[in-house]
C-alpha cells in the first residue's frame, strides 16, 4: 500500500528566503506525482504535475523534482513571498491517487 | 469554464438523515473522485469513477454511496449520517491518461453531523 509523508509538517520563513519542501512515498510504482496548494478553508490548487519519465517541472518561482528510485520529491520555491502561505500537499498517481498530509507554510513579511 | 463545482457548500445534519452532495465538471474528464479531509488524516479516497456509468470503492467507503449517471456528474450520498462523517468533502475531476492524471478539485462541502 502506497504511503506519502511531507517533511515537515510546517515551516516559517522570512520573506525572501528560498525554501524546500519534502515527499516520500513508499512504492515507486507510480505515474505522475502532483503538487498542489490550499489555502484555509478552500479547495486545492493544482501547482505542477510531473510525468514519471521526467525528473523536473517549473512553473514561475517553482520548481518540483521526482526521483522515482529514491521515492522522493521536492518542491522549490524562489523567493518566498507572504502571498505563498498556504498548505502545500504532494500527491502521488498509482492506482489511485494518495495525498501527503501537507506542509503548513508561512511566509513572514 | 466552471472547472469543478459542488453543491451545497455548507451542511448540518441530525444523526440518522440522508443527505446527496453534488460534484459537476465542465472539462469533459472521465475520471471523478470524492474525497474526505479530516484534521491529521489528510485526504481520503471515498469512491471514484472511471467513466460514466462506473463507480468503484477508494480507501474509505463505508457509509457512502455514489452514482454517476451522466459523464459531468458525480454525486455522493449519505443514507444515514453519522457524527463520524462531519468532515470537509471534495470532489476532483482528472484526465484519463494514466501518464498525465492532473487532479482539479472543488472547493469543498462542509458537512457537520450533530
Known amino acids: ?109 | 469554464n466552471a472547472g469543478v463545482t459542488q453543491t451545497p457548500k455548507f451542511r448540518v445534519l441530525k444523526t440518522g438523515q440522508s443527505m446527496t452532495l453534488l460534484c459537476a465538471q465542465d472539462m469533459n474528464h472521465e475520471y471523478m473522485y470524492w474525497y474526505r479531509q479530516d484534521p491529521g488524516m489528510g485526504l481520503r479516497l471515498i469512491h471514484y469513477s472511471v467513466g460514466e456509468g462506473t463507480t468503484a470503492k477508494g480507501e474509505v467507503p463505508d457509509g457512502y454511496n455514489v452514482s454517476r449517471l451522466k459523464k459531468q456528474n458525480f454525486l455522493l450520498g449519505l443514507e444515514s449520517a453519522a457524527p463520524s462523517q462531519t468532515s470537509v468533502y471534495f470532489c476532483a475531476s482528472s484526465y484519463s491518461l494514466a501518464w498525465y492524471n492532473e487532479q482539479f478539485f472543488g472547493p469543498g462541502t462542509r458537512l457537520t453531523v450533530l
Open chain 1, 1 to 109: 500500500k502506497q504511503e506519502v509523508t511531507q517533511i515537515p509538517a510546517a515551516l516559517s520563513v522570512p520573506e525572501g528566503e528560498n525554501l524546500v519542501l519534502n515527499c516520500s512515498f513508499t512504492d515507486s510504482a507510480i505515474y505522475n506525482l502532483q503538487w498542489f496548494r490550499q489555502d484555509p478553508g478552500k479547495g486545492l490548487t493544482s501547482l505542477l504535475l510531473i510525468q514519471s519519465s521526467q525528473r523536473e517541472q517549473t512553473s514561475g518561482r517553482l520548481n518540483a523534482s521526482l526521483d522515482k528510485s529514491s521515492g522522493r520529491s521536492t518542491l522549490y520555491i524562489a523567493a518566498s513571498q507572504p502571498g505563498d502561505s498556504a498548505t502545500y500537499l504532494c500527491a502521488g498517481y498509482g492506482q489511485n491517487f494518495v495525498f501527503g498530509p501537507g506542509t503548513r507554510l508561512s511566509v513572514l513579511p
